[in-house]
């Protein structure tokens, strides 16, 4: 389905570092929030709510690259951040808040089996074998 948010709008709720693009993000939040609109068999939730849902899960997503800080210090530098990786769409406000406004649930089923273990994600090295792989001080 076409994304429903914008980057400007995503831009509205999160503080988002200049240049950065919020395209990814919205890609991660457009995705999930089309498989809940698959899970809603009974057409309970309006495209309002959808693009809320999307809205929310862009900010999410990228609230876990950039962590939220539930406090800091500027002398000898200290901060302590909000959530940790077991936690998933838990982690931020935005993922709890995209939590409640699925009412039919899939969201909280999804957040439930990734932190059961049930859904993982993988990461894969996509560069030169270790065998052609330059040190850093021989590269130009």
């Known amino acids: 389905m076409a994304v429903r948010v914008t980057s400007e709008e995503v831009a509205e709720i999160v503080e988002?570092?200049?240049?950065?693009?919020?395209?990814?993000?919205?890609?991660?939040?457009?995705?999930?929030?089309?498989?809940?609109?698959?899970?809603?068999?009974?057409?309970?939730?309006?495209?309002?709510?959808?693009?809320?849902?999307?809205?929310?899960?862009?900010?999410?997503?990228y609230s876990l690259r950039d962590q939220q800080y539930t406090s800091k210090k500027t002398g000898d530098a200290s901060g302590t951040f909000r959530g940790?990786?077991?936690?998933?769409?838990?982690?931020?406000?935005?993922?709890?808040?995209?939590?409640?406004?699925?009412?039919?649930?899939?969201?909280a089923e999804i957040n439930e089996q990734m932190k059961a273990g049930k859904r993982k994600i993988k990461v894969e090295w996509l560069g030169k074998p270790k065998s052609d792989q330059l040190n850093y001080v021989d590269r130009d």
């Open 16 to 61: 988002v570092e200049t240049g950065l693009s919020l395209t990814p993000f919205i890609t991660m939040a457009n995705n999930l929030t089309d498989r809940v609109d698959t899970c809603d068999t009974d057409n309970i939730l309006s495209t309002a709510t959808l693009t809320s849902i999307e809205l929310l899960l862009s900010a999410h997503f």
């Open 84 to 107: 940790d990786s077991g936690m998933g769409l838990e982690a931020t406000t935005y993922g709890q808040n995209a939590i409640a406004m699925d009412f039919t649930g899939c969201l």
